[in-house]
């Protein structure tokens, strides 16, 4: 019984003497294509008549509340024009309308024109258009299809003068904003749920599917190669299972006639890591919209809400910078399953503890064991992937659990803010408690026992150690790669995009899209940059191409810092990070091949996460010091040039210093 | 064995000094019960200033005797008053605007003993420069027995104020070249003018010989002609004599009149002013007399202050007069006086 690398996606199987390279083709072919177009078109089709629908039936309800909302203003207009009249102001003479409805025009967008007018409708005052782009627009017929909503307020003055007449003119075109505004959300909710629908018919399908019908394949080409050696290991108890046991009666008859010991063949389900990958950052990231006012109200009693929120969030993110590559460093020894399970406990009972927190301490205790199961659970699942992969699909396994990582990101934030909204903060932490712990149960299917903890390599000489760390490619990869990546993934995306668009105007729900676009285009590309990675076997090149990407993103966004320029900015770090982060992780353990033959993975990982982590720690501070100096733009062209020197910094470097010696990696 | 005391009379006088320096009041804290004696020495008699004074005490109960010394518009008049105050001497000197107050206690680096007051804690009202004309020290430094409060809007919220009304680009002013804090409002505004883009036609008066009342015409009709947009009138007490010289010149010119202090619009024809209320400023130097006599602080402590909150006052009168109304978004929050 021998694992084989990677089940899901295997580049380097020799192709199948019956149809090709089908193992390691990522998509499937056929008919599944048109079914799959079918049910997207069809679904779309249904969301958009229920929208439609839905946009009719509310229309109604939107143009009362616009007259409700118009009548408010004309009678504050005309509240203002009365005023005046009363201290005597004489009604020509009245002076600086336009900036009343220009104040008004403010506080509400819908609002286009306003004007006084006699009773004759001459214009006496206008305000938003000019006076005869309004008396053209008060011409025009009423009805449902002109571009106004006409509101008139009569204005009765004294005896012997003219009553006159404040008229509003509102857009058309605002019954129809709440409804366009909404389909910016369902849009988002439609792509969520077609990510968690895509990630369970995955994990269901390649367990209870793809693999069992791979190993089939395998254990038949056996028989008809007239070997008799193979089994069918990978156990399901539907069709495809009791088929391949009745196989497996006949091959054992066989085997015992030609007198060999057939071995049970199956494969490492690697899809489960991507599963719990995503269940542990989701149990974590659901309580992540409502953290800030959570925290504040429960630390509110010992200090300032903001500084106790701050000092809560601040030990999780350290006890995350530590716990990783300690954790790092006894991967091996304790094994991916029992590491996995201790961190999601420890991530249950820190979630469990954080919702029935009564004061800043005991949250403080609460969030730090989080952040320790956050860590560990990670760790696991790393190493995991480590152990079921080989530098031939490395980076593709750690791509798959990457994805999982970010889906969640995505998804936890929605999901959360809904759960939030309906049951409070303390459901929240509680759901993400019961994540945690559902994590829990399900490791024990979905990790192998074969990758459950081995021997421990044996614990590493400073002379290795320091080996490792003198490798000077190593250290390339390290400053010139891993540092700048989440340096810049931190300061750039999540300090400096949503400040800059939130300055330009932008609102809340349109800056978290255009973040939200870069888990979009990373888990939609990852694959796929992670298999042309392995395919090359040349993972420097990607970390080089992902730095490049990323650099002529932010030097876009900095040179000519608009919405639309920031979301392409934004999604090409998407791309460039899918296309850099697994590869990096490849690289380094490539790069120091002679020290982990040796002393086995976990020192090199923890020298790579601590250093990613302390790029992502700096990300942020260095664009705050930044912005302060020199303002957001020119705070996005500064990292743009950063992330350009780093990557030629990285192509010049990596290339050309002398390769890892043979005796570096052992005592000398 | 020979015993001696000395040491142990040395300790007592330590300890004797330690109790006195801790139970003692401090340095200007009345240590008599009784209302607290003031002595206010005045420009023009009473204005809304010395009401707010009033009734801030008569508010919180504290029973004060308050000398009244009216100087009648004469600053010739200060050094006879200081006299009288020596002779019976108050708990706290009060004093109303620059030339007295600059009569009263000097500037902080010229103090003489014998002309000014130095012996007895100092409030000054109605001061419109009190750094720039030498009455409070300069940032870092304090005086040991003056503070007050100061009533003049910020330069930039004025000029932010005349053209919330109208657009201005030229400021014409007139003012007495003799008087200090009117100079160096001048230059500050002149300064300000390059920073905010506006242009200061200046007319000082006075600079051969003391300035008179028929000067006032043809500076106004010189300014229009320059092109003034509005009239400024800053604290002056030249100016605020013949304010309504000066605001009918501006009349007759076309020239509206803007006004830092708020008697020039309340009491005069000014079209719109960014005031402290006169009242209010009173009950400021009030709350500061309290910290010196019943809190036992020392005026060295206590920091030259303006009011936050400022008053936009509008005189429609003379709005009506110059067809010149007040925008919509205005009436909202401006005291609009017939």
């Not at chain 1, 177009?37 to 309800?61: K, N, Q, Y």
């Not at chain 1, 009363?86 to 104040?103: A, K, M």
């Not at chain 1, 796929?528 to 970390?543: L, S």
């Not at chain 2, 036992?296 to 067809?323: H, M, N, Q, W």
């Amino acid at each position: 019984m021998t694992p084989s690398a990677n089940p899901d996606t295997k580049p380097d199987t020799p192709a199948s003497p019956h149809g090709g390279n089908i193992r390691s083709r990522l998509f499937p072919k056929g008919t599944i294509w048109i079914l799959l177009l079918f049910s997207t078109i069809s679904l779309c089709i249904a969301l958009v008549g229920i929208s439609w629908r839905a946009a009719e039936l509310a229309r109604a309800d939107l143009q009362t509340e616009i007259r409700e909302k118009a009548g408010i203003e004309a009678r504050v207009l005309g509240e203002k024009i009365e005023n005046a009249l009363r201290l005597g102001i004489p009604l020509r003479e009245i002076v600086g309308f336009e900036t009343v409805v220009y104040q008004l025009r403010n506080g509400d967008p819908d609002l286009v024109f306003a004007a006084i007018t006699d009773k004759a409708g001459d214009i006496l005052h206008a305000g938003g258009l000019s006076s005869d782009e309004i008396a053209t627009a008060l011409k025009a017929p009423s009805g449902n299809d002109t571009a106004y909503i006409v509101t008139r307020l009569d204005l009765p003055r004294a005896e012997g003068q003219d009553d006159i007449e404040v008229v509003l003119g509102h857009a058309r075109a605002a019954l129809m904003r709440p409804v366009t505004d909404n389909l910016y959300d369902i849009a988002i909710i439609f792509i969520i749920t077609l990510a968690l629908s895509f990630e369970l018919m995955l994990l269901v399908l390649t367990v209870n599917v793809a693999l069992p019908v791979r190993v089939a394949r395998k254990v038949l080409d056996n028989v008809r190669d007239r070997k008799f050696t193979l089994l069918h290991g990978q156990s399901t108890h539907d069709e495809i299972g009791q088929f391949m046991e009745r196989i497996n009666s006949l091959i054992n008859t066989t085997a015992k006639k030609v007198g060999t010991h057939p071995q049970r063949e199956r494969e490492v389900k690697l899809i489960g890591v991507r599963m719990l990958a995503f269940m542990f950052v989701l149990a974590e990231e659901l309580a992540r919209p409502i953290m800030p006012a959570f925290f504040s109200q429960v630390t509110s009693h010992s200090i300032d809400g903001q500084l106790g929120a701050g000092v809560v969030m601040a030990v999780h993110l350290l006890m995350v910078a530590l716990a990783m590559p300690i954790c790092s460093l006894f991967q091996e020894q304790v094994g991916s399953l029992r590491m996995y399970l201790c961190g999601a406990f420890l991530a249950t009972l820190g979630l469990i503890g954080t919702a029935f927190a009564g004061g800043i301490w005991d949250l403080v205790l609460w969030r730090a064991l989080s952040g320790i199961g956050y860590a560990t659970t990670f760790v696991a699942c790393q190493s995991y992937v480590l152990d079921a992969t080989n530098d031939s699909n490395r980076t593709q396994g750690t791509a798959m659990m990457v994805s999982g990582i970010m889906l969640a990101d995505i998804c936890g934030p929605a999901i959360g803010g809904i759960v939030a909204g309906h049951f409070g903060p303390d459901m929240t932490f509680i759901a993400g408690a019961t994540i945690a712990f559902l994590a829990v149960l399900l490791a024990f299917f979905l990790m192998d026992n074969m990758v459950r903890g081995k021997t421990p390599p044996p614990i590493p000489t400073r002379a290795a150690l320091r080996a490792m760390l003198g490798n000077r490619r190593l250290q390339v990869l390290i400053l010139f790669a891993a540092i700048p990546a989440k340096l810049i993934l931190s300061g750039f995306l999540y300090y400096l995009t949503p400040m800059i668009l939130l300055q330009s105007g932008a609102t809340t729900a349109e800056t978290g899209r255009v973040i939200m676009l870069y888990g979009l285009v990373a888990i939609l590309t990852g694959w796929a940059a992670a298999k042309w990675t392995d395919k090359n076997q040349n993972e420097t090149r990607a970390v080089g191409i992902g730095g490049g990407l990323t650099a002529a993103g932010l030097l876009l966004a900095g040179w000519l810092p608009e919405y639309a320029l920031f979301a392409v900015a934004v999604a090409l770090l998407g791309l460039a990070q899918a296309t850099s982060i697994p590869a990096q992780l490849s690289a380094s353990l490539k790069l120091s091949k002679d020290f982990t033959k040796d002393h086995g993975t976990g020192p090199v990982l923890a020298v790579l996460r601590l250093a990613e982590r302390l790029g992502g720690a700096a990300g942020p501070l260095l664009a705050a010091g930044l912005t302060l100096l020199v303002g957001t733009t020119h705070a996005v062209l500064i990292f743009g040039a950063f992330a350009a020197v780093s990557v030629l910094c990285f192509e010049l470097l990596i290339g050309h210093v002398p390769a890892e010696q043979k005796n570096e990696g052992g005592t000398k | 064995m020979t015993f001696s005391l000395l040491p142990v009379f040395r300790l007592l006088g330590i300890l004797v000094a330690i109790a006195v320096s801790i139970f003692a009041p401090a340095a200007y804290a009345q240590s008599q019960p009784g209302p607290l004696k003031i002595a206010m020495v005045l420009w023009r008699g009473e204005t809304n200033v010395e009401q707010g004074f009033r009734a801030y005490f008569d508010e919180n109960s504290i029973p004060v005797d308050l000398t009244i010394y009216d100087t009648a518009r004469d600053l010739s008049r200060v050094p006879a008053i200081i006299d009288q105050i020596r002779k019976d001497p108050p708990d706290l000197v009060y004093t109303w605007g620059t030339g007295i107050t600059s009569a009263v206690v000097g500037k902080y680096d010229a103090v003489d003993p014998a002309q000014n007051i130095t012996d007895l804690p100092v409030v000054y009202v109605m001061v419109s420069s009190p750094w720039k004309t030498g009455i409070a020290a300069p940032a870092g430094q304090s005086r040991p027995n003056v503070t007050g409060a100061a009533h003049i809007a910020p330069l930039p919220a004025q000029i932010n104020a005349i053209r919330a009304y109208r657009p201005m680009d030229k400021l014409g002013v007139v003012y007495n070249s003799r008087e200090d804090n009117s100079v160096s409002n001048v230059a500050d505004l002149t300064e300000l003018g390059r920073e905010m883009g506006f242009e200061v036609l200046a007319a000082p008066l006075g600079t051969d010989g003391e300035p008179s009342q028929d000067d006032i015409p043809p500076a106004v009709a010189e300014l229009a002609r320059k092109g003034a947009d509005i009239l400024y009138i800053g604290p002056d007490n030249f100016i605020g004599n013949y304010r309504d010289t000066l605001t009918d010149a501006g009349f007759a010119n076309g020239l509206a009149a803007f006004s830092a202090t708020e008697l020039e619009v309340r009491d005069g024809h000014a079209m719109l002013g960014l005031v402290s209320r006169y009242e209010l400023v009173g009950r400021l130097a009030a709350s500061k007399v309290e910290q010196i006599l019943i809190d036992g602080i020392s005026p060295a402590d206590i920091p030259v202050e303006t009011l936050d909150r400022f008053s936009y006052l509008i005189r429609l009168s003379s709005a009506r007069k110059l067809k010149l109304y007040p925008p919509l978004s205005l009436l909202d929050y401006a005291e609009v006086i017939e």
